[in-house]
């Protein structure tokens, strides 16, 4: 059973255009993690949101961690053609454990 | 240094071969992983040590062996493997019990068996 769903699965859009990830659980998790991912790499960490409800924003990259701590959001303002790849969230059930449950992805092409 | 270093970064084997991956860190994170990602799919775990000793290990087949010789090093022993082994091999690492806050993933090894 997968935890954490992501939508949509894959996403191709053109350079300036805004678009929305959503990761969505029927579990509660203390923390929710966003990676990106590109070709041959590993996934990079771009921001970690503990608190329902909190915002993050790194530069036109928002995210939301929801008020019941179930659910998240990654919006992207004017993406750029730097902004392909996979984007993953993924997960921690509780504050002490080392293992993360990671988000089915999301695959997102922008095309200049 | 707040890296993880993998190696090989490619790797070619024949299905009776041993390789050996290797995974560094000198971030002083005691808790390290190995991931295997297949195409267009996310990481799954494989392997968790922490303060080097194996903590969590996701029913993987015994063709694969992990050691810790220390705090910062993380090998992955190959042996007997399957073509359907072929994959990005990922080492992360975090600080122990601080999952929660993320991890610093290396760039990972292609592996291709064959």
């Known amino acids: 059973t997968q935890l954490l769903e992501q939508s949509p699965q894959f996403l191709s859009i053109q350079e300036g255009e805004n678009l929305t990830v959503y990761c969505n659980s029927s579990?509660?998790?203390?923390?929710l993690q966003w990676y990106r991912q590109e070709p041959g790499e590993g996934p990079v960490l771009l921001v970690t949101?503990?608190?329902?409800?909190e915002v993050k924003k790194l530069k036109r990259l928002t995210f939301q961690f929801g008020d019941a701590r179930k659910d998240s959001s990654l919006h992207i303002t004017a993406a750029q053609p730097g902004d392909t790849g996979l984007y993953l969230c993924?997960?921690?059930?509780?504050?002490?454990?080392?293992?993360?449950?990671f988000g089915t992805g999301t695959r997102l092409q922008v095309f200049p | 240094d707040t890296e993880v270093t993998q190696t090989p970064k490619h790797l070619v084997m024949g299905m009776t071969n041993k390789k050996s991956l290797k995974c560094e860190q000198h971030?002083?994170?005691?808790?390290m992983y190995w991931y295997k990602q297949k195409a267009k799919k996310p990481p799954e775990l494989m392997f968790v040590?922490?303060?080097?000793?194996?903590?969590i290990n996701e029913s993987v087949p015994s063709r694969f062996s992990p050691e810790c010789p220390n705090s910062s090093l993380l090998n992955l022993h190959l042996h007997a493997l399957q073509p359907e082994d072929s994959a990005l091999y990922l080492c992360?690492?975090?600080?122990?019990?601080?999952?929660?806050?993320?991890?610093?993933f290396g760039s990972g090894t292609r592996l291709t068996v064959v």
């Open positions: 992360a690492s975090s600080q122990t019990g601080l999952g929660y806050y993320g991890y610093t």
């Open positions: 579990s509660v998790f203390s923390s």
């Open positions: 949101v503990v608190t329902g409800g």
């Open positions: 993924a997960g921690s059930r509780s504050y002490n454990t080392d293992k993360l449950i």
């Open positions: 971030m002083g994170h005691r808790a």
């Open positions: 040590y922490s303060y080097e000793k194996l903590s």
